[in-house]
Structures are given as C-alpha cells and as structure tokens.
C-alpha cells in the first residue's frame, strides 16, 4: 500500500486565524480538505476565495496591464480566507515571487490563508524565483502553525475503474454450417 502524508496547519474558522498548508503527494485530498475548510468558514460568516495558484497569478499580471492591479490585490487582502490551491507547482518568476510575497505578508496574523502543494517548503523555495522573498513569505506561513497528519491512497487511484475477472462469459463465433 502506498502510502503519504497531508499536514493542515491550522483549521481558519475565525477571523485573524494564522495561515495553513496541507502538502502531500497528488490525489490524497488536499484540494477536498481545504474546500471543506472553506465551507466550514462561511458557513460561519467568513469570506472565502478558493483560486489555483497560477490562475492566481496571471491574473494578477494581467490586471497590471489595465490598472487594475491595486484593486484586485486589496480583495485578496481583505477576505477572510484566502484557499491558493497547487502552489508551487510550476517555478514562479521574480514578478509571481513579487506577488505572493506581498500576499502573505499583509495578510499574515490578519486574516487566514490556506495553500495547497504538492511540495514542502524547501522545494517551494525552489520554485519561487527571488530567494530572499521566498524564505521571508515562506518562514511567515509556518510561524504558527497547528498540525494535522492524514495517511491514504491517492482517492483517484481508489475510484479507478477495475476489471471485474469474476463473470465473464466465453464469446461467442457465429457457427458455420
């Protein structure tokens, strides 16, 4: 049985909850996880954006393109819990390091933050292009931390369909007469 590993750092149902990062190896649910989290969360009153991380970020560069960009970063500032789902699972350039940088840093100890990877922390660092930025965001998401530790099969794995050797009728050849 193969098995991983998916840490949740924190559960963000109030205001002013520090950031979470649930991290395994693909299919075990860290994307179920932390849209439960969501819901949870408003379900209580809370705002929730859940976003994939590089959809995130183009957006981001694209709203810099029709001064837009300010505004756009103050709702990501202003929610209540912000889910970034599959962080750092493509290399960032120094622009995206830029961008989560300033994220995490306004929002950290104001307002909850839940990424989703792939990756520990070492090899998110790898994946963001301004060192220094990387380690400053990254040392912030963890400085308060709460930990939850799930074992399982990837769920994919589990729902694939299989094949059922238990009845299967010999086929048939049209007899020749």
Request: with cysteine.
């Amino acid at each position: 049985m193969a098995r991983s590993t998916t840490k949740v750092d924190m559960v963000p149902l109030r205001k002013n909850e520090p950031e979470a990062r649930t991290s395994s190896s693909v299919g075990v649910g860290k994307t179920f996880l932390a849209t439960a989290l969501g819901h949870i969360a408003v379900r209580r009153g809370r705002s929730v954006h859940f976003e994939r991380a590089d959809t995130l970020l183009k957006r981001l560069k694209a709203t810099r393109l029709d001064n837009s960009h300010d505004a756009e970063v103050r709702k990501l500032l202003r929610v209540d819990v912000l889910i970034i789902d599959d962080f750092a699972l493509r290399p960032m350039d120094v622009t995206d390091t830029a961008e989560v940088y300033e994220i995490i840093v306004e929002r950290h100890r104001r307002a909850s933050t839940i990424l989703t990877s792939n990756r520990d922390p070492g090899e998110m660092l790898a994946q963001m292009a301004d060192p220094l930025l990387a380690q400053s965001a990254i040392d912030r998401l963890h400085s308060n931390a709460h930990e939850l530790v799930l074992d399982g099969e990837s769920y994919r794995r589990r729902q694939r369909p299989g094949i059922d050797t238990t009845h299967h009728p010999e086929p048939s050849c049209p007899s020749r007469h």
